[in-house]
């Protein structure tokens, strides 16, 4: 299961940072967007340099993507992008959107519970009839939104790829966040 941890938008802080970067999560969201193109451009550096191996997405700055190679994750009032410019992410909040992002690499369907200062939740018998009715191929699929240690296990599905949170690994122990993750 993948795993997608998004940075908490509160700024750039190397302990915390550093501690769920190399926590074991296989792909990280920069999400700072209160943080100017210099800054933010020197934060995606950092991060490629301290974990390598990761995989990086940055929220809606195109050209900061560009020039590090990292993915875009264009959030929901971001314009469309070309999909052979970049790897592309998109977040997926009603099934109406699925047709018109099919070229994506990769969706967040949120919030699947409950989750502050978003709307309703989609919950998981209707999380599993849309991805039952997904053609294929389509973009890999990361549930977001509310879900914890104890919740993820009921969102198992074929088509679902894994799974993106902010609080989980910005709270307690980022190491036995993605322990617990990998265990549901």
Known sequence: ?????????TGWERGPWAEVLGSGVDAFLIREKRMEAK???????????????????????LELALA??????????????????????????????APGRLSCQQWLVS?????????????????????????TPCPRILALG?????????LRHP????LAAIRPFWTGDPRRTVARFREA
């Open 39 to 61: 800054a933010l451009l020197d934060l995606i550096r950092w991060c490629q340099d301290l974990a390598p191996g990761l995989e990086l997405w940055v929220a809606d700055r």
């Open 1 to 9: 299961m993948k795993l997608l941890a998004i940075s908490p938008g």
């Open 159 to 162: 088509r679902l790829a894994g």
């Open 111 to 135: 919030p699947l519970f409950q989750s502050p200062g978003k709307g309703a939740p989609w919950g998981v018998d209707r999380f599993h009839r849309f991805l039952d009715g997904l053609p």
């Open 146 to 154: 509310g879900i914890t240690a104890g919740t993820a296990g009921e």
């Open 68 to 97: 590090t190679g990292c993915g875009l994750h264009g959030s929901e009032a971001y314009p469309e992008v070309p999909p052979a410019l970049v790897p592309l992410s998109r977040p997926l909040h009603t099934e109406s959107q």
